[in-house]
């Protein structure tokens, strides 16, 4: 079965600083992961994906990834936060061998304090 | 850009009430979606469908059916309304396994 964990409800971090929301994953073949972000009373957007390859990925806003395959991680990091980051993460798993079915962890509030 | 429309931002219903929510989607995808969101749950998928007319259940479809008519159109329905259906719905729609998702602003539903 797939599963995803965000350890954290809530993140603080300063204006400036770097950011980092964890993401662990449980799939029995090769994920593929996404992360998302939501802002108040709207849908999710997608932020970056893993699917093969490179293990850093780069996605919108300034925002990149690191899929660590032993530690079955893909945390979410921004090297200066800003408060517009300010907002909800939901890292997502895709398992390929269960068809088109994303698995959404609990979700992790940022704060950004100016 | 994909645009993923809800037909309603906000909607108040009272129990034993029949509710649609429309969902439409303007990029041909194959696949959409509906997820109902509830704090410190996530998401969790009622139905999908991978093509017209067709449907699977997701992880909690009791209380819920869906059409899927058109390509571009996918509608959950609850067949009568309850207190415990109070969430926000969120449709969203993809086209193969390596894509995004693409989600629409979402609907919270209030059943009183």
């Known amino acids: 079965a797939q599963s995803v964990a965000q350890p954290e409800d809530q993140v603080n971090v300063a204006e400036g600083n770097p950011l980092t929301v964890k993401c662990t994953y449980s799939?029995?073949?090769?994920?593929?992961l996404f992360w998302y972000v939501q802002y108040p009373n709207r849908g999710l957007q997608f932020l970056l994906k893993?699917?093969?390859?490179?293990?850093l990925v780069k996605g919108s806003y300034g925002f990149e990834a690191e899929f660590n395959k032993s530690q079955t991680s893909f945390h979410l990091k921004k090297p200066s936060a800003l408060v517009s980051d300010s907002a909800l993460y939901f890292c997502?798993?895709?398992?390929?061998?269960?068809?088109?079915?994303?698995?959404f962890g609990p979700g992790t509030r940022l704060s950004v304090l100016p | 850009d994909v645009k993923v429309t809800q037909s309603s931002r906000y909607l108040v219903k009272r129990t034993g009430e029949k509710v649609f929510l429309e969902c439409v989607q303007d990029?041909?995808?194959?696949?959409m979606f509906w997820y109902r969101q509830d704090p410190g749950l996530g998401l969790r998928l009622i139905y999908f469908?991978?093509?017209?007319?067709?449907?699977e259940k997701g992880d909690i479809p009791e209380g819920y059916s869906v059409s899927r008519e058109k390509k571009e159109r996918f509608s959950l329905i609850l067949e009568s309304a309850s207190t415990n259906q109070t969430s926000m719905y969120l449709c969203?729609?993809?086209?193969?396994?390596?894509?995004?998702?693409?989600f629409g602003n979402g609907t919270r539903l209030t059943v009183t």
């Open positions: 969203a729609s993809s086209t193969g396994q390596r894509s995004p998702l693409h």
């Open positions: 799939v029995s073949g090769n994920p593929y």
């Open positions: 893993y699917i093969t390859g490179d293990n």
């Open positions: 997502a798993v895709r398992d390929p061998n269960y068809g088109q079915n994303f698995v």
């Open positions: 990029m041909d995808h194959e696949n």
């Open positions: 469908s991978y093509d017209v007319k067709m449907k």
